[in-house]
Nanobody, 115 residues
Framework: QVHLVESGGDLVQAGGSLRLSCAAS????????MSWYRQAPGKQRELVAN???????NYADFAKGRFTISRDNAKNTVYLQMNSLKPEDTAVYYC?????????WGQGTQVTVSS
């Protein structure tokens, strides 16, 4: 059974930083495309960043220059370092894993940025 467990969400002031973690189990992690999405109240879920098995990365425009995605295949964990946080970054952040034809989601972790 696949499990994706996010952690690291918190309440932080604008300009602050957070590091989110997503620990995966039950999948062939090193070959999975790992992504972070977010969903703010009343808005659709949107891609934040992803990282493939070769550690190539892709970022949404709003994340470029502020967020960094990385992965540790030895720990089956993907990270999202978020710097210079803004109130508009407030959302539930979800971890996503894609492996061949299957896709999995974590339960989400709340990030709240106060102004």
């Amino acid at each position: 059974q696949v499990h994706l467990v996010e952690s690291g969400g918190d309440l932080v002031q604008a300009g602050g930083s957070l590091r989110l973690s997503c620990a995966a189990s039950g999948i062939n992690f090193r070959f999975a495309l790992m992504s972070w999405y977010r969903q703010a109240p009343g808005k659709q879920r949107e891609l934040v960043a992803n990282i493939n098995s070769a550690k190539s990365t892709n970022y949404a425009d709003f994340a470029k220059g502020r967020f960094t995605i990385s992965r540790d295949n030895a720990k089956n964990t993907v990270y999202l370092q978020m710097n210079s946080l803004k109130p508009e970054d407030t959302a539930v952040y979800y971890c996503n894993a894609q492996n061949i034809a299957q896709e999995y989601w974590g339960q989400g972790t709340q990030v709240t940025v106060s102004s």
